[in-house]
């Protein structure tokens, strides 16, 4: 299952309004934070689910959406929040970051 809700639908609209339209990736990304699920405009992979919502393409990577489904793209007051069955790794208790960074 994939969502994008109508107010994050009309964010991406409005970003795109004056710009060329690209697909945007769900992905997850390993900082000094820990794991958090991102958007970024990226290219089609082969190893890609696509989704389309309205005239907007979604990328998951097919790995990625088998461990991460559902995934609702929500717009808050701070901005995009992505949930789902993710289990992400937080940080380390120092700095609050985890991985080579604590090191």
Same mark, same amino acid.
């Given at each position: 299952? *994939? #969502?994008? #809700?109508? #107010?994050?639908? &009309?964010?991406?609209?409005?970003? *795109? ?5 690209? @697909?945007? +990736?769900? *992905? ?6 820990? /794991? ?15 989704? +389309? ?8 990577? +097919? ?6 489904? @559902?995934?609702?793209?929500? *717009?808050?007051?701070?901005?995009? /929040? ?6 992400? &790794? &937080?940080?380390? /208790? ?10």
């Amino acid at each position: 299952m *994939f #969502t994008v #809700t109508e #107010t994050a639908q &009309s964010e991406i609209a409005d970003y *795109f309004k004056n710009k060329e339209k690209m @697909p945007i +990736r769900i *992905f997850v990304s390993q900082g000094c934070g820990g /794991s958090q699920v991102g958007l970024a405009l990226d290219d089609k992979k082969n190893t890609d689910m696509v989704y +389309r919502v309205g005239d907007v393409e979604y990328l998951v990577d +097919r790995d990625l959406l088998k461990q991460a489904q @559902p995934i609702v793209i929500d *717009f808050l007051k701070n901005g995009f /929040s992505i949930s789902s069955n993710l289990k992400l &790794s &937080s940080g380390c /208790s120092s700095c609050g970051t985890s991985g080579t960074c604590c090191s």
